[in-house]
């Protein structure tokens, strides 16, 4: 009779969390077909690797008149968004941040930026800023995380959409 080792158990535990990342970093266009098994796993991929456009519901902070080509008003929305740093194959680290953003509601060159559209461009600039600043250090602390956060959030959504003046703060 075989009798596998601890030896065995430990490369089992080893590859396991050695598959973990490369799962979370899967991105929905990884997955070939566009059927309804798909659909579910692309939902699951964006639960794992991406921030949802529902995290950020904007509302309206200062009106827009209308009349202004460019500088026709406010829109707002803060979201609590959660992180883990699971690079490490004997621990991990969690942390939220508390998330405020800004964005003009009229904008001279991108015109009227709906409610819907904020929150798509937060959601996406929001995705890569978390992974961006997560590459910049083997360890983060919380603190110093969402102030960098913050920053890479603006330059993200300034990428999309350049000029846009969108203001981040996080906590």
Do not use: Y
Not at 66 to 90: N, P, V
Not at 124 to 137: D, E
Request: proline share 4%.
């Amino acid at each position: 009779m075989v009798r596998a080792g601890k030896s065995w158990f430990a490369w089992m535990v080893a590859a396991f969390f050695a598959a973990v990342p490369a799962i979370a970093q899967a991105a929905p266009e990884d997955v070939a077909e566009d059927t309804g098994e798909v659909a579910e796993a692309e939902s699951a991929f964006v639960w794992i690797g991406g921030i949802s456009e529902s995290s950020f519901p904007f509302i309206t902070v200062v009106a827009d008149g209308g009349t202004d080509q460019a500088g026709g008003g406010w829109q707002a929305a803060g979201a609590t968004l959660k992180f883990m740093d699971g690079r490490s194959i004997f621990f991990s680290n969690a942390w939220s941040c508390q998330v405020f953003v800004w964005m003009p509601i009229r904008h001279a060159v991108h015109g009227v930026i709906t409610p819907q559209k904020a929150a798509q461009v937060t959601a996406v600039a929001a995705s890569s800023a978390s992974t961006v600043v997560m590459g910049r250090r083997p360890h983060w602390l919380r603190a110093s995380f969402c102030a960098d956060f913050a920053t890479e959030l603006e330059t993200q959504m300034d990428k999309q959409m350049a000029g846009l003046g969108a203001k981040v703060s996080a906590r």
